[in-house]
T-cell receptor
């Protein structure tokens, strides 16, 4: 009965490759997010989708492209990977209204060599 | 924009009480969250304050003063398993109300 799941958990790849990370939530939430946590453990918002529509798009390179096929899924595709993309990427979800408390997935540790 | 400050590291003794402070300067405010993150794991929700005052939840309490831009997380009867990073996060208001801005986290080490 996983709430927010991500695949893969670990991803090791070479510079220049293209990769995708998938996220799914079964909480019935209508908003999903992607965060990047760097080596200094700073958690920074990248994107947010509400009902499949992009509502937050922080300053990230356009090599990063989120896609939300439905309210329960938000995938992240990264083109032309660079060394600086190495980080842990967390997916999260929340429901509109109330506290907007966010539930996080287990994270995907991306290592670019 | 948002600016959130919290101490980088703290150490406390098992069984003691520790207070982790967070100050914020934000263009909009619609609530403050505390999350716990164990090493190698996802952040998990601890508390939410939107009005001034103290919210208590078991061994954990969180306080907010909106006029001072200040919050703290109080952990009582510390246990070894409380060793983790504690993240303060502020929710924006208006059009950005979905967005949480996180502080850099306070790494708490609980020692015997």
């Amino acid at each position: 009965d996983t709430a927010v799941s991500q695949t893969p958990k670990y991803l090791v790849t070479q510079m220049g490759n293209d990769k995708s990370i998938k996220c799914e939530q079964n909480l019935g939430h209508d908003t999903m997010y992607w965060y990047k946590q760097d080596s200094k453990k700073f958690l920074k918002i990248m994107f947010s989708y509400n009902n499949k529509e992009l509502i937050i798009n922080e300053t990230v390179p356009n090599r990063f492209s989120p896609k939300s096929p439905d309210k329960a899924h938000l995938n992240l595709h990264i083109n032309s990977l660079e060394l600086g993309d190495s980080a842990v990427y967390f997916c999260a979800s929340s429901k509109t209204g109330g506290s907007y408390e966010q539930y996080f997935g287990p994270g995907t540790r991306l290592t670019v060599t | 924009g948002q600016n959130i400050d919290q101490p980088t590291e703290m150490t406390a003794t098992e069984g003691a009480i520790v207070q982790i402070n967070c100050t914020y300067q934000t263009s909009g405010f619609n609530g403050l969250f505390w999350y716990q993150q164990h090493a190698g794991e996802a952040p998990t929700f601890l508390s939410y304050n939107v009005l001034d005052g103290l919210e208590e939840k078991g061994r954990f309490s969180s306080f907010l003063s909106r006029s001072k831009g200040y919050s703290y997380l109080l952990l009582k009867e510390l246990q070894m398993k409380d060793s983790a990073s504690y993240l303060c996060a502020v929710r924006d208001s208006g059009a950005g109300s979905y967005q949480l801005t996180f502080g850099k986290g306070t790494k708490l080490s609980v020692i015997p």
